[in-house]
């Protein structure tokens, strides 16, 4: 059996409709992963600013004692130097 021309063309388009279709169904596809991904990326930036916020809020904190604590050694030193 051999194919003719009319059946080479049948052929050749229903080739290209099945892959302009796999082509659009791909393309879905990527949209959906892509959503996917931005939304789980948006939960990891906020979850990343609160931990650089609590990290810059504990940076402060620490920066305050220790500056009370020199302010007391300082305090004590003073005391020291005019007992002498």
């Known amino acids: 059996m051999s194919l003719d021309d009319n059946d080479k063309q049948w052929m050749q388009q229903e080739l290209?409709?099945?892959?302009?279709?796999?082509?659009e169904i791909m393309r879905g596809m990527q949209t959906e992963l892509l959503?996917?991904?931005?939304a789980f990326a948006?939960?990891?930036?906020?979850?990343?600013?609160?931990?650089?916020?609590d990290q810059?809020?504990?940076?402060?904190?620490?920066?305050?004692?220790?500056?009370?604590l020199e302010q007391r050694l300082l305090q004590i030193e003073t005391k020291?130097?005019?007992?002498k």
């Open 16 to 23: 290209k409709s099945t892959s302009d279709h796999l082509i």
């Open 35 to 38: 959503r996917g991904f931005e």
């Open 42 to 53: 948006a939960g990891q930036t906020i979850r990343l600013r609160k931990v650089e916020a």
């Open 56 to 68: 810059g809020n504990l940076d402060i904190s620490l920066s305050k004692r220790v500056e009370i």
């Open 80 to 83: 020291l130097d005019h007992t």
